[in-house]
């Protein structure tokens, strides 16, 4: 590396350093990565945009700093993945394509030799003749029961390549679909599942139910412990998720500390009895700060709970959610609220 080029990627580090440490956030690689770009200047996009948060009096929340990552970054390294399988892929169909055409003309070639032969021992042959004929078309079958083994191999090898391809496809779908801090479904992924859920719930006449979940002071809890800690606890929340729905059921990180569960063919009194079970386990949790171990208290988390109705879209059903989150909150927290409950009725009354 020549010494100007190894100088500008200095400064270009050290003004990603002090951009991280002035916005008070952890310099995570992902975070480095998305104020590196930004200090060089060739993301015009990008640069607006944090220009905008910085412009902030406040300091820009985790949140904002992941959804920009994602925006920006996570994207494109998805986009170039699918685009290196993508390319890939045409590679092995052209090679497969090769392979046919390759057997095709082995074929054609030995089926033309046969056909020469059917024609000589259709005349009359001498016994050195037909001993030459018959040596010539062991030779040739010789010949194309190899051609036949390396097409077979070669079929193979690219049949494993596809096999991996598919793998890799898979893992990026995955990948597009997650949310990197929690390994829960992200909100794009709880979107699309959601209006996938209604209609099938709607078409089999069956019930839904969506939780949506909120941790209680968490940007306290954020602001006095540190952002680490706080990513701590988003872990611990959607582990207990995780643990206690089922394969059918789908767990999102809807935002920032809100998550949400999407239950099909649960009705309101079982998503209640969930709710409190993943609550109370949440809340029997000590949490602790693992530089230190110094016990810092228990979290809590607030829910609310909307049953799905004939008329219901996904936005009308998220409404009736938070409202009975509000309600949850207005209450105390660490509350669950269905919309049928009291609290919610009196809330609304209100």
Do not use: W
Request: hydrophobic residues 35%; charged residues 30%; contains cysteine.
């Amino acid at each position: 590396m020549a010494q100007d080029e190894f100088e500008r990627a200095l400064s270009y580090a050290n003004s990603t350093l002090s951009l991280l440490k002035r916005g008070e956030i952890p310099p995570y690689p992902q975070f480095y990565e998305l104020f590196y770009i930004y200090s060089t200047g060739v993301n015009k996009a990008l640069n607006e945009r944090i220009n905008a948060v910085f412009s902030d009096a406040r300091l820009p929340s985790l949140e904002v700093v992941e959804s920009l990552y994602n925006e920006f970054l996570k994207t494109h390294q998805i986009d170039e993945r699918v685009n290196n399988v993508s390319g890939r892929m045409c590679e092995n169909i052209d090679s497969v394509q090769e392979i046919i055409r390759s057997a095709s003309k082995t074929a054609r070639s030995y089926s033309g030799s046969l056909e020469e032969a059917n024609s000589t021992l259709d005349a009359d042959i001498d016994p050195a003749a037909l001993k030459l004929l018959t040596k010539s078309l062991l030779a040739k079958t010789r010949q194309m029961q190899t051609n036949n083994k390396q097409l077979e191999d070669r079929l193979e090898a690219t049949r494993a390549e596809m096999a991996s391809l598919q793998g890799d496809l898979d893992e990026v779908r995955r990948d597009a679909m997650t949310d990197s801090l929690t390994n829960l479904s992200n909100r794009k992924h709880f979107d699309r599942e959601l209006e996938r859920l209604i209609q099938r719930a709607n078409e089999t006449n069956r019930p839904l139910c969506l939780v949506m979940i909120d941790i209680d002071h968490f940007k306290t809890f954020n602001d006095t412990y540190g952002h680490q800690t706080g990513d701590q606890v988003l872990r611990l929340v959607a582990a207990t998720l995780r643990k206690n729905v089922r394969v059918s059921d789908v767990a999102a990180r809807y935002g920032g500390e809100e998550f949400s569960l999407i239950l099909p063919n649960t009705e309101l009194k079982d998503a209640t009895i969930i709710s409190n079970k993943i609550r109370k386990t949440i809340q029997a949790k000590e949490l602790l700060k693992r530089s230190t171990n110094e016990k810092l208290g228990r979290i809590t988390a607030s829910f609310g709970i909307s049953r799905l109705v004939s008329k219901d879209s996904p936005a009308t059903l998220i409404e009736r959610a938070d409202l009975a989150l509000y309600a949850a909150k207005h209450a105390g927290r660490n509350k669950v609220v269905a919309e049928n409950d009291k609290l919610m009725q009196t809330k609304t009354a209100a």
